[in-house]
């Protein structure tokens, strides 16, 4: 059970994380039965029973009762129903995910921790006229960098537009408050932190007309066409309700310690995000003159699993696209890694990562 897990030194949560047992179990207590909501039996009607549960507890859990909710398969899903019928206002560090769905969007630049600036919002939308709509992730996928989404928000309200948060990557890891964070829509997953693959939701004010992106049923009120995954949004909910962030404190002071042995080893080594605020269990760093490639090689016949970027843009011809926008030289970004933790990490693997890292880098510079 769980090989994976035992076997390998897994660091590539932000990708996707091991289903977590406790929420296997949640889901196993209804995977096998035919549920499919828009049936009008018995089952059907205990389908429709355990999602407007699921989606009652994921309301309450991220303070949005007064808001609906729609189920889709991933959060690429999700980010396009958000996006899809408003003028767009997005950041140069968003994931794919909004920037190739968007329609001709307005681009905000970043500073170089890849955040953007109130100030930059405030100009760029300072002459727009309402209906538009402004997306800016929570937290990067690839640094972990946090984006001030509370003052964003405020900014963009007082213009008469409307938010949206791509919070994929911080759920789980930092508190997310839906109510707090003043935004109009909200996107989430939970398979980044031991939930299941194949359930999203976009959580969004009553108020707010949504065009649908998948047609071809009247299904979520015509919003979102097709068969909801009942079993996986059942462990969507349960793995909201069950969010623990002790263990990211704990993941902050290994990371933490990780990267100072790094530095003293590796002086120019440059960990992006540090200086601001970023995701406890996140560290983007580059290993000087060093291919991300040979170095992702080495690690992998090593055992251990961590990434280049975004498993999203694996495969992708050129760098990424955060750090060029925040400045960083093509050169430097081809020496990057990303490390990422979770539920499952414990102190020996980042002992384990800190002596591979060294060995190669002592070994090649």
């Known amino acids: 059970m769980y090989w994976y897990i035992s076997r390998m030194i897994y660091l590539d949560y932000n990708a996707t994380a091991p289903l977590r047992p406790d929420i296997a179990k949640a889901m196993a207590l209804d995977s096998g039965s035919p549920l499919n909501p828009s049936s009008v039996h018995a089952m059907g009607r205990k389908a429709k029973a355990l999602m407007g549960q699921a989606k009652q507890d994921i309301l309450q859990t991220l303070n949005a009762s007064k808001c609906e909710a ?3 398969t991933t959060g690429t899903e999700a980010n396009q129903l958000a996006i899809n019928s408003h003028k767009l206002i997005t950041s140069a560090t968003e994931h794919v995910a909004i920037l190739d769905n968007a329609n001709n969007p307005t681009i905000l630049p970043v500073n170089q921790h890849g955040q953007v600036g109130a100030d930059v919002l405030e100009k760029t939308i300072s002459d727009l006229k309402p209906p538009f709509l402004v997306s800016v992730i929570l937290a990067n996928n690839e640094t972990g960098v946090i984006n001030d989404i509370k003052s964003l928000a405020n900014i963009t309200r007082k213009k ?5 948060t791509d919070a994929v990557q911080a759920i789980g890891k930092i508190p997310v408050d839906f109510d707090n964070l003043g935004v109009d829509m909200l996107t989430l997953t939970t398979h980044k932190i031991g939930g299941p693959v194949g359930a999203s939701v976009l959580i969004y004010k009553r108020s707010i007309e949504l065009n649908a992106v998948t047609k071809g049923g009247a299904q979520q009120n015509r919003k979102r066409a097709g068969t909801e995954n009942i079993p996986a949004i059942i462990g969507m909910a349960y793995a909201l309700k069950n969010i623990d962030l002790t ?6 002071k290994w990371r933490d310690e990780f990267e100072a042995k790094i530095l003293k080893a590796s002086p120019n080594t440059v960990i992006f995000g540090k200086n601001t605020k970023r995701l406890p269990n996140t560290s983007n760093l580059t290993m000087p003159n060093i291919n991300n490639q040979t170095q992702l090689m080495d ?16 495969g992708k011809v050129g760098g990424s696209h955060v750090l060029k926008a925040m400045g960083v030289d093509d050169d430097i970004a081809k020496t990057v890694i990303r490390i990422s933790a979770g539920w499952a990490t414990k102190y020996e693997d980042f002992t384990n990562l800190t002596q591979q890292w060294l060995a190669l880098y002592k070994r090649l510079v």
């Open 247 to 252: 263990h990211m404190a704990q993941l902050t």
């Open 70 to 72: 729609i189920f889709c």
């Open 160 to 164: 008469g537009g409307l938010f949206h």
């Open 299 to 314: 690690l992998d016949m090593a055992n251990i699993c961590v990434s280049t970027g975004s498993a999203c843009s694996s």
